[in-house]
């Protein structure tokens, strides 16, 4: 199976690449490598095919440091999972809810709850 991200403003690369709890859905961490846009998408597989959703857009004029890149999917949930961002200035960690109903227009419409 092919996945096919949208096009990348800059050259990018790959971060983080995790199966959701279903086994069918893959959560993408896509970074610039001039660290200033970081993009999180989810691909769920359905008949051998996979459609790419963007859950999570952030820039930032200086950069996106690496331990801001947290991404781990709920072990438990195919519709969770936690992600880093210093977006506000702090280290902080989001819970994403997706409600797959709300997939559409390459977006994937989620929820992101701050936790700390």
Same mark, same amino acid.
Not at 13 to 27: C, I
Not at 92 to 100: I, Q, W
């Given at each position: 199976?092919?996945? =096919?991200? /949208?096009?990348?403003?800059?050259?990018?690369?790959?971060?983080?690449? =995790?199966?959701?709890?279903?086994?069918?859905?893959?959560?993408?961490?896509?970074?610039?490598?001039?660290?200033?846009?970081?993009?999180?998408?989810?691909?769920?597989?359905?008949?051998?095919?996979? !459609?790419?959703?963007?859950?999570?857009?952030?820039?930032? =004029?200086?950069?996106?440091?690496?331990?801001?890149?947290?991404?781990?999917?709920? /072990?438990?949930?195919?519709? #969770?999972?936690?992600?880093? !961002?210093?977006?506000?200035?702090?280290?902080?960690?989001?819970?994403?809810?997706?409600?797959?109903?709300?997939?559409?227009?390459?977006?994937?419409?989620?929820?992101?709850? #701050?936790?700390?």
């Amino acid at each position: 199976i092919e996945i =096919e991200l /949208p096009k990348a403003e800059a050259d990018s690369y790959l971060t983080g690449v =995790e199966w959701l709890a279903d086994n069918k859905t893959l959560l993408i961490d896509r970074v610039d490598k001039t660290h200033k846009r970081r993009q999180i998408f989810v691909a769920p597989i359905e008949k051998d095919k996979a !459609s790419v959703f963007l859950v999570h857009e952030e820039t930032d =004029e200086k950069w996106i440091g690496g331990p801001a890149r947290i991404l781990e999917a709920n /072990p438990k949930s195919a519709n #969770q999972f936690v992600f880093g !961002s210093e977006r506000d200035g702090w280290h902080h960690l989001y819970l994403v809810n997706l409600d797959r109903t709300k997939f559409a227009d390459k977006r994937a419409n989620a929820e992101a709850k #701050q936790l700390t």
